[in-house]
């Protein structure tokens, strides 16, 4: 089935890159999305990349995506205390659901000052 | 802001009771979802509405139901409470194949 895996903890100092990273199962994904949750509130949308494209780059955040490997990742440049917060990879999947998100366990990420 | 609403934002149930837990989406965005989010988890997916109809269900029982309403609200109704369902609960909205955007959530929590 539809599975989204990624490391649960990443902890980066102050100033310094963060990379996280994720992998799916599922080719058929048009869509993967990168989502920000702080503590005790909801999940606030980053940014995507098409399954079409290699790169995509939004002020800090560059995503690249392998679809030979079905790996993605997000890295946060000049990582700051503010961006301490768990970070979900999500897969838009279909079957019946044309909006159905896979959610990967989340990684937690902690930026040292 | 993603300009969707939940309500609301605590609630307290007993084993066994019913609960309803509402949301309001963006103008425009002819689709909601429902997630459940457990601690130390990632959302998991409910189900669907599209144009007041549930069109995909995720591996949830049917004690967990909904509706969606011409304006753009939606119900999410979980009856027979289980310790659980304890979760905190996000509505989702989006314009059909489009970027979903997540409301604040709900936190549930069951005794």
């Known amino acids: 089935g539809e599975d989204v895996e990624q490391s649960l903890f990443l902890s980066v100092r102050e100033g310094d890159s963060s990379v996280i990273n994720c992998t799916y199962t599922?080719?058929?994904?048009?869509?993967l999305y990168w989502y920000k949750q702080e503590p005790g509130a909801g999940l606030q949308l980053l940014t995507y990349?098409?399954?079409?494209?290699d790169m995509k780059q939004d002020q800090r955040l560059t995503v690249l995506l392998n679809k030979k490997d079905k790996h993605l990742s997000l890295r946060i440049a000049d990582t700051q205390t503010g961006d301490s917060a768990i970070y979900f990879c999500a897969a838009l999947g279909y079957g019946g659901a044309t909006n159905k998100l896979i959610f990967g366990t989340g990684t937690l990420l902690a930026v040292q000052p | 802001e993603t300009g969707v609403t939940q309500s609301p934002t605590h609630l307290i149930k007993t084993r066994g009771q019913q609960v309803t837990l509402r949301c309001s989406s963006q103008?425009?965005?002819?689709?909601v979802s429902w997630y459940q989010q457990a601690l130390g988890q990632g959302p998991q997916f409910i189900f669907q509405?599209?144009?007041?109809?549930?069109?995909g269900r995720g591996n949830f029982p049917p004690r967990f139901s909904g509706l969606q309403f011409p304006n753009y609200s939606s119900e999410l109704n979980v009856n027979a409470l289980e310790l659980d369902d304890s979760a905190l609960y996000l509505c989702?909205?989006?314009?059909?194949?489009?970027?979903?955007?997540f409301g604040p959530g709900t936190r549930l929590t069951v005794t």
């Open positions: 990349i098409f399954s079409n494209m």
């Open positions: 989702a909205s989006s314009p059909l194949g489009g970027y979903t955007y």
């Open positions: 509405y599209y144009r007041e109809e549930e069109n």
């Open positions: 599922d080719s058929s994904s048009t869509y």
């Open positions: 103008s425009g965005h002819n689709t």
